[in-house]
């Protein structure tokens, strides 16, 4: 009487849905986004070191230009200091 309630392996496959076979993941495509992103990351990591490299030159040639600036503007002023004479006292 009991096996009548017991399903046959027949009978449990026919009422049991198939499984659904879910999307494979397209790897491919995910490499090739991935892969693309680096190099966009690459090429623009390189664009800002050289910019960084362009401003430190620009820098050193601005701090070059101010020391020649201060010096030439110590020599006009010793050379205004010897050509003048002091005030009149009074």
Do not use: C, H, W, Y
């Amino acid at each position: 009487m009991l096996s009548l309630f017991k399903k046959t392996p027949s009978a449990a496959a026919a009422t049991d849905p198939a499984p659904v076979a879910a999307p494979a993941p397209d790897l491919r495509q995910a490499v090739q986004s991935i892969a693309q992103a680096a190099s966009r990351l690459g090429r623009d990591a390189a664009e800002v070191r050289g910019l960084i490299e362009d401003s430190n030159q620009v820098n050193q040639r601005q701090v070059q230009a101010l020391q020649t600036l201060g010096s030439q503007l110590g020599e006009v002023q010793r050379a205004q200091g010897a050509s003048v004479p002091p005030p009149p006292r009074a």
